[in-house]
């Protein structure tokens, strides 16, 4: 009988994560690591994401870091060449993960508002996946995972600036993943909620947390740490027919 539990395990591959200083993003790593990948770890806040490498080496992963602001192509095309590096110039995963939210109003909503986090989600996604392409694996371990979100399926109040640079995530995913196709490489997208960082303002605040709850099936938020497991079926064997795909990770919230 075949052993089904080794699809999941990412020996001798490298994975690049942004945004992993904490939340979501940190998560990731530490899943990757355990799942024997080699991740480099990747945040604007350098000095955050060595914190999390060390303790990922600390565990027994095998695991650096790096500072990178993800709207800065020069530097994805470095954190690139560094994550590949670890495997002989090839790279196995990325994962763009890295975000800010920035709430109000449509009516009080400024334009550098939306171009800010445009820049970061979307043109960040744009920069790194397009830094990785030469160097991802075409032998079919080859992916590009983005985070978008519920707010990019469905829309959300009071964040026009944060659903449109998801929802501008959903296209690049799909699109993407036509085109690299033809390379072995897969393109998927996640729709994560979890309690991190960016989604406390409505966890704390007693009338957005009730309405949240009230959408979420589950009636609770997820530990991110209960998020990276999807983020480990997509990027191993056992999503190798998987392309092209949006998964809400959200207790059944976008269904």
Known sequence: MADHTRLFDLTGRSALVTGAAGGIGSAVAEAYAAAGATVLVTDV?????????????????????????????????????????????????????????????????????????????????FHCAQAAVSALATDGTGRIINVTSSAGITGTLGQVNYSAAKAGIIGLTKSLARELARKNVLVNALAPLAATSMTETIRTDEKFAKTMLARIPLRRWAEPAEIAGAFVFLASDAASFITGQVLPVDGGMVM
């Open 45 to 125: 806040d350098g000095d955050a994401a060595a914190s999390v490498a060390q303790r990922l080496r600390a565990a027994g992963g095998k695991a650096d870091s790096a500072a990178l602001d993800v709207r800065d192509r020069t530097a994805a095309d470095a954190a690139v060449a560094q994550a590949a590096a670890h495997t002989d110039g090839t790279l196995h995963i990325l994962v763009n993960n890295a975000g800010v939210t920035a709430p109000a109003m449509f009516a009080d909503l400024e334009a550098d508002s939306v171009r800010r986090l445009l820049d970061i989600h979307l043109m960040g996604a």
